[in-house]
Structure formats: structure tokens, C-alpha cells
């Protein structure tokens, strides 16, 4: 009888081990989760640092905000789960973004990815190698042709029509008086992919639009000295310059400009005018300076306004970006919620069959995983950046810059 008791108990103990065991692919698992990880990686440093600082501020906000109403709620884990992020800076370099994206996915364990900064730096490096790993990659600030061209399976991307932005001077040109509007536009984009492909649709539009450039060329990332360049544009008398490049180097462009008395009416930047610190570089120097932009917080948007006041009164300064980022995660949280796990292919399939509310509005994402938002134009005026473009969504009229001595 004590024979049989003892294999009665062993028997018990045996399927108590076996069980703990493989708890793992049980849902006892599921009740260890106590949080979910959100890795991203950014340039902190490097030449695109000032548009990083801006980035890691939205995505943290966002998360700061999600957490404050208990976090996500998962319905795999039945509870709401909290977010952490986790930065792993790129250094404004595409090997390096590729490797840190590697390690938030395999030494950090991240259940989701966030997007980097810019097409050939951080964002495309990243989709890469979340590709490899089947980890979702959730971005945005990054050109649709590129990002469609590798025909990616695990990313999503939420970002302007080139075509439109590269429309927008032109529709600003046009709303001048004709004897106010720009004769001799130079185009001068940096020497990357994305300075090409923004280079080849400024020439169809300038054509659609009725202008010609009087000087196109590309620039070189991160020189010392552009001056050969601004004098041959001011021998060729060149009134007004569309530009293509990184905050540092677009800063010591105009700072080289008022050093050779290169005075046009007209400058706009893409991609390097429109960080904080182009202002607080600058200074009153960088006053009529347009920049591009994806958001303002006098957009009429829910929650558009207070994101733009509380990231003023952290910064004492504005942006035009952060409404972008901060707008992804929306996205992100309430894409989790309704697939109700943190599987990748499942959050990205919700993301797909999802119309969203965010800071940016609605959002939509198509078949192929692109959602889109008007690309804006600001001009900077007085360490603020006045939107001017959309026409509908501002009051502002542009103001056409004097000569640097005249300023």
C-alpha cells in the first residue's frame, strides 16, 4: 500500500515539473508580462543630432502619456500594460543604425520598433534589419518612393507625397505679386539619395509652375566651406535658393552667405531648417528663413496646441516635427489595442485596417503600408516658426527677406 502511495505521489510531483516546464508556451507566461518594450533607434549624435533631440522628446512624451492612463491595454495578457522606451543612438550613421536596431532586437528583447530619423541615415537601415528579424517597424520621416521600393513586409510608413512637397514653393511663389516673385531660383540639394530624388521632382515642378533655375547643383555633406558655391550663385545673381541638407551643414551655408553679402528674398529648406537649434545657432540671422514641416500646433487637431505649448515650455522654443512623432505612437497604441497582442504581424495588420486620431488628424494607411499628411512651410520670425503653408490653416502672410545690411 505505501508502495503505491509513493508512486501515486511521484506521479503527481512528475506532471507538477513537467507543467512548470513548459509554462512557457502556456498562459502562464502571459502573466509575467509586466511591460511592454519599445525600442528606436535615433541620432543623438552626429549631423543630425538637433532633428534626434526633437524625436526622442515626442516619442518620449507619448510614452509619458500613455503610462499616465496605465499604459496599453493588451487583451493576450488581459490587462493594460505599460510602455518603455528604449534609445540606442544611431550617431547619424546608416551601419550604425542597422547595428543598433540588431541589438535593441536581439539583446534588448524589444517587443516593437519605433522608426528612425531620414531615408538613407536611420529609416531604411532600420526597415532592413527589423526585415531580417520579422520585427515590426512602426516609422515615419522617411521618403515613400525608397521606402516602396524594397517592398517591405514588416514596417509601416507615415510621411508627405513628394510631389506635394516639392510643390509648395511654387504655390508660395505664385500667390506673390509677379514683380515680387523670384527670377533666378537656384536648387541646390545635398549629394545623398534623398537630395537626388527631392532634386529631379523640384526641376518637373518648377517646369509645371513656369520656372527655371538659374543654378542646380548638389552639395556636399558636412564641408567646412560652401563659399565657392554662394559666390558663383551670387555671380549669376541668384535671388532665391531652395535647399536640400543636414541642420549643421545648412547653418554654416547661411552664416557664409551673410559673410560673401549673398542676399536673395527667398530661402527654404528641407530637412535642415527646421530644428529649434537652427534658430538658437543663428539667431536673428536665420530670421525669414522658411523651413519644411510635417505638423503646427495651430493645427485644429485635438491635443495639437498643448503639444506644442508643453514642448515650448520644456525648450523654450517650437517645432514643426514633433506633432509626426508623437502622432506614430498614437498610432502604435491604439494598433495594439486592437490587435490585442504584441505580435508583430498582428500590430502591423491593425495598423493597415485602422483609421486613426491623432495630433496629425485622421490617418489611413493604404495597401502597401504608406499613410501620408500635408507636408508644411514655416517661416522662422522671431524664434517661432510661422506656418505659411497650408493656405487654410493659417492667417500668416510670408514676408520676402531684405538685404543682410538692411535686416
Known amino acids: 500500500m505505501k508502495g503505491c502511495i509513493a508512486g501515486i505521489l511521484k506521479a503527481g510531483l512528475l506532471v507538477l515539473v513537467c507543467g512548470c516546464l513548459l509554462a512557457p508556451s502556456t498562459g502562464l507566461a502571459k502573466e509575467v508580462k509586466k511591460e511592454i518594450l519599445i525600442g528606436t533607434n535615433l541620432p543623438l549624435t552626429g549631423i543630425l543630432a538637433m532633428a534626434g533631440v526633437e524625436q526622442q522628446w515626442a516619442y518620449q512624451t507619448a510614452v509619458d502619456d500613455v503610462n499616465k492612463t496605465g499604459g496599453v491595454f493588451v487583451k493576450e495578457f488581459g490587462k493594460k500594460l505599460p510602455v518603455r522606451l528604449i534609445v540606442a543612438d544611431d550617431e547619424s550613421d546608416p551601419g550604425k543604425a542597422a547595428a543598433a536596431v540588431e541589438r535593441l532586437i536581439k539583446m534588448d528583447k524589444v517587443d516593437l520598433l519605433l522608426g528612425g530619423f531620414a531615408a538613407p541615415f536611420g529609416v531604411i537601415p532600420g526597415c532592413i534589419t527589423a526585415e531580417k528579424y520579422k520585427k515590426y517597424y512602426h516609422t515615419t520621416i522617411c521618403l515613400i518612393p525608397p521606402w516602396l521600393e524594397h517592398k517591405f513586409k514588416w514596417s509601416t510608413l507615415f510621411f508627405f507625397d513628394l510631389v506635394q512637397a516639392c510643390s509648395v514653393p511654387f504655390e508660395i511663389w505664385n500667390t506673390l505679386p509677379k514683380d515680387q516673385r523670384p527670377k533666378k531660383p537656384a536648387l541646390i540639394m545635398e549629394d545623398t539619395f534623398d537630395g537626388r530624388a527631392f532634386a529631379g521632382i523640384f526641376r518637373e515642378q518648377a517646369k509645371k509652375h513656369g520656372y527655371t533655375f538659374a543654378l542646380d547643383e548638389p552639395w556636399a555633406v558636412g564641408a567646412k566651406d560652401y563659399s565657392a558655391q554662394i559666390i558663383k550663385a551670387k555671380s549669376l545673381g541668384v535671388d532665391a535658393i531652395l ?4 541642420d549643421t551643414d545648412c547653418i554654416t551655408f547661411v552664416r557664409q552667405m551673410k559673410e560673401n553679402k549673398l542676399n536673395v528674398i527667398y530661402f527654404h529648406g ?3 531648417t527646421w530644428a ?3 534658430w538658437a545657432a543663428l539667431g536673428k540671422e536665420a530670421q525669414y528663413v522658411l523651413s519644411d514641416g510635417f505638423w503646427s500646433m495651430d493645427f485644429p487637431f485635438p491635443g495639437a496646441r498643448q503639444l506644442g505649448e508643453r514642448y515650448y515650455e520644456k525648450f523654450k522654443k517650437y517645432s514643426v516635427s514633433i506633432g509626426a512623432t508623437y502622432g506614430l505612437c498614437q498610432i502604435l497604441w491604439q494598433a495594439i489595442e486592437k490587435a490585442g497582442t504584441l505580435d508583430s ?7 493597415l485596417a485602422t483609421e ?3 495630433v496629425m488628424g485622421k490617418v489611413k494607411y493604404d495597401a502597401n503600408g504608406v499613410a501620408t499628411f500635408v507636408s508644411t512651410a514655416h517661416q522662422w520670425w522671431d524664434g517661432k516658426q510661422m506656418t505659411v503653408y497650408p493656405f487654410n490653416w493659417t492667417k500668416y502672410k510670408i514676408k520676402l ?3 543682410w545690411d538692411k535686416r
Open 243 to 246: 535647399i536640400f541638407g543636414a
Open 401 to 403: 527677406a531684405p538685404p
Open 276 to 278: 529649434g537649434e537652427f
Open 345 to 351: 504581424a498582428k500590430v502591423r495588420q491593425a495598423v
Open 270 to 272: 528641407w530637412k535642415g
Open 356 to 358: 486613426f486620431q491623432t
